[in-house]
């Protein structure tokens, strides 16, 4: 059985919110991918993506790889991870992976796009996102948890999940 679980979804589906609190309720480590790329790097995604996408691309697929090693963990991918099969492929044969699909309408209406690079472009960014990965986190998923109720709900139901599928103890 697997001991890892990695949450994907849209810039602001929740992944890194429920991430932390299902870790904490659960014990299990916490790695939220993109301060693990800056960390990795010594700079901040807007920084790296100045450098062109490619190039964060590159350094978010070493980060897939280093962190599918890791024991038992809860991992919080970027929204992007999907764009590159060899990020799923690698996470997948370690991890069990959990789609955060979030209503597109409530990512419109509190996402803070000003820490997003991909997102400076506001609302219609993120449509065009979301008609362009949504399909790739449904085909990605283990398992998909909506995200439009309660956040107390929401954990709970991934805790059931992890409970029933994973080695987590």
Known sequence: MKNKVVFIGMPGCGKSTIG????????INFIDMDNYIENMTSKTIPELFEQG?????????????????????????GGGVVKRKENIDVLK?????????RPLEE??????????????????K???LYE?????YRLCADKIIRNDREIGNIVNEIKEV????????
């Open 132 to 136: 362009e990965r949504y399909e790739l």
């Open 53 to 77: 996408e490619n190039s964060f691309r590159d350094f978010e697929s070493l980060a897939c790889r280093e962190l599918a090693k890791e024991g038992k963990v809860i991992i919080s991918s």
């Open 126 to 128: 993120i449509i065009k």
């Open 162 to 169: 992890i409970i029933d599928n994973l080695e987590m103890n």
């Open 107 to 124: 990512l419109l209406g509190d996402v803070d796009i000003s820490k997003r690079p991909l997102l400076k472009e506001g609302r219609e």
């Open 93 to 101: 044969e370690e991890a069990f992976i959990i789609f955060i699909d």
């Open 20 to 27: 932390r609190l299902v870790s904490e309720e659960l014990k």
